[in-house]
């Protein structure tokens, strides 16, 4: 087993400090792109809108959560000794599961069998619709 990503959280209130912090990041994220595609001023300020910025926050941040990835035994190790909720995605009769803990004694995971880029990058966005969407 092994851990890859940055945020991990004890609480709500760290989630949300950790969100609202990357909002600089992803505000300056989307001027260098715009910058690099060419926009001028006028189609910057039509196309950058808010809800432009808070995707890429939204990205951002599920992008650096930290997921756990191992064998299925090792997950099931892992969740004897968990006492939280576990949402599972994914198909039992696979070798490997990726998951992530959240606040709240949540936590969320997704089998795979070869494609483990893919299942982190799927388990990240099902990790923040599931738990952080509605928290921050």
């Not at 909002?23 to 809800?51: H, L, N, S």
């Amino acid at each position: 087993m092994h851990t890859e990503g940055t945020f991990a959280f004890e609480s709500v209130e760290d989630a949300r400090a950790t969100y609202d912090a990357v909002g600089p990041a992803a505000q300056t994220v989307v001027r260098e792109v715009a910058k690099a595609m060419a926009f001028d001023r006028e189609e910057y300020d039509e196309r950058v809108t808010g809800d432009v910025v808070e995707t890429a926050r939204d990205a951002l941040f599920a992008s650096l959560l930290e997921v756990h990835i191992g064998s299925r035994s090792e997950f099931e190790d892992w969740c004897e000794t968990y006492n939280g909720e576990v949402t599972r995605v994914g198909h039992e009769a696979v070798d490997h599961v990726v998951w992530h803990v959240g606040p709240d004694d949540e936590a969320v995971a997704a089998t795979f069998q070869n494609e483990k880029a893919a299942a982190v990058a799927t388990l990240r966005r099902q990790a923040f619709g599931r738990l952080y969407r509605d928290l921050v």
